[in-house]
T-cell receptor, first 113, second 123 residues
Framework: DIVMTQSPDSLAVSLGERATINCESSQSLLYSSNNKNYLAWYQQKPRQPPKLLIYWASTRESGAPDRFSGSGSGTDFTLTISSLQAEDVAVYYC?????????FGQGTKLEIK | QLQLQESGPGLVKPSETLSLTCTVSGGSITSSRHYWGWIRQPPGKGLEWIGSMYYSGSTYYNSSLRGRVTLSVDTSKNQFSLKVSSVIAADTAVYYCVRHPYNDEVPYYFDYWGQGTLATVSS
């Protein structure tokens, strides 16, 4: 199975500041035939299901605010929130869909400093 | 707007079978280019993919559940279902039904999620 490791486990950022969450996979998620990275990011607010934010490592889902961006390739990926808003308090998960079983990172809890 | 809604008993006894159903509204389960699946989340923990299937029968399972999982589809009711047999306390979790797009026979990320239902395994 592909192991997904996020860092940090928790993060406190001031309102309006940048937040960065990292995700590392145990093998490359880049599929050579189409040059796509099979990596998604989700946001889970308390008592809600996860919500898709980013797929193909950097494509923003319709409706996701443009302060959210994804980057990276191969085994190292980053989710960036350019200017933290109060409603961004949540747990964030990365997920690979390169191989079955689909696997998730352990989650990063984002709070306001 | 597509909506997914899980239903099923909230309490299951150890060694028995957990059965959940997901009802899809606002779209058809026979839609091409979409798989339908299940993900679970133990209280206070992370996410685990259980399995996914296409309406015509192609199915993928997470081998970590060691053959205890069965997925099925009822196209007449626009529903799909999950059965987990021989449950133990570690199967206690919020269970989410999900949709994911696919291409070239490979399902991708999860773009729609149900609200989730808590299933507790306890005598």
């Amino acid at each position: 199975d592909i192991v997904m490791t996020q860092s940090p486990d928790s993060l406190a950022v001031s309102l309006g500041e940048r937040a960065t969450i990292n995700c590392e996979s145990s093998q490359s998620l880049l599929y050579s035939s189409n040059n796509k990275n099979y990596l998604a990011w989700y946001q889970q607010k308390p008592r809600q299901p996860p919500k898709l934010l980013i797929y193909w490592a950097s494509t923003r889902e319709s409706g996701a605010p443009d302060r959210f961006s994804g980057s990276g390739s191969g085994t190292d990926f980053t989710l960036t929130i350019s200017s933290l808003q109060a409603e961004d308090v949540a747990v964030y998960y990365c997920q690979q869909y390169y191989n079955i079983p689909y696997t998730f990172g352990q989650g990063t809890k984002l709070e306001i400093k | 707007q597509l909506q997914l809604q899980e239903s099923g008993p909230g309490l299951v006894k150890p060694s028995e079978t957990l059965s959940l159903t997901c009802t899809v509204s606002g779209g058809s389960i026979t839609s091409s280019r979409h798989y339908w699946g299940w993900i679970r989340q133990p209280p206070g923990k992370g996410l685990e993919w259980i399995g996914s299937m296409y309406y015509s029968g192609s199915t993928y399972y997470n081998s970590s559940l060691r053959g205890r999982v069965t997925l099925s589809v009822d196209t007449s009711k626009n529903q799909f279902s999950l059965k987990v047999s021989s449950v133990i306390a570690a199967d206690t979790a919020v269970y989410y039904c999900v949709r994911h797009p696919y291409n070239d026979e490979v399902p991708y990320y999860f773009d729609y999620w149900g609200q989730g239902t808590l299933a507790t395994v306890s005598s």
